[in-house]
């Protein structure tokens, strides 16, 4: 079984920047893709960034690439999303997520296809 568990999160301000972790553990289980999404409050879980775990090419919905950065420490077994300029409309739930499926781009905008979840880590931003 996959075990990821978030850490980071934090209350900021606007402008200000975050970076959350998250820490891979697996015991005989291997993945194709990982990486991160959000659920705001009232809001449907989104992804924000994901990459593969082959070759660490990563996909960002939206226009996130601007503000946000993945990275991974591959000896660390840990996956980062550096957070820049943050807005009040960014609060929400960052997860942790990793699929069996090998599309990254197809994973990171489908979250149900996404098989393992990490708890969370709650980002607020506000003033």
């Known amino acids: 079984q996959l075990q990821l568990v978030e850490s980071g999160g934090a209350l900021v301000q606007p402008g200000e920047s975050l970076r959350l972790s998250c820490t891979v553990s697996?015991?005989?289980?291997?993945?194709?893709?990982i990486g991160w999404f959000r659920q705001a409050p009232g809001k449907e879980r989104e992804g924000v960034v994901c990459?593969?775990?082959?070759?660490?090419?990563?996909f960002y919905v939206d226009s996130n690439e601007g503000r946000f950065s993945i990275s991974r420490d591959v000896v660390k077994n840990t996956l980062y999303l550096q957070l820049s300029d943050l807005k009040p409309e960014d609060t929400a739930t960052y997860y942790c997520g990793a699929s069996l499926i090998r599309n990254v781009q197809n994973v990171c905008l489908t979250p149900r296809l996404v098989n393992f979840w990490g708890k969370g880590a709650l980002v607020t931003v506000s003033s």
């Open positions: 697996a015991v005989t289980l291997d993945y194709y893709v």
């Open positions: 990459i593969s775990a082959d070759d660490g090419k990563a």
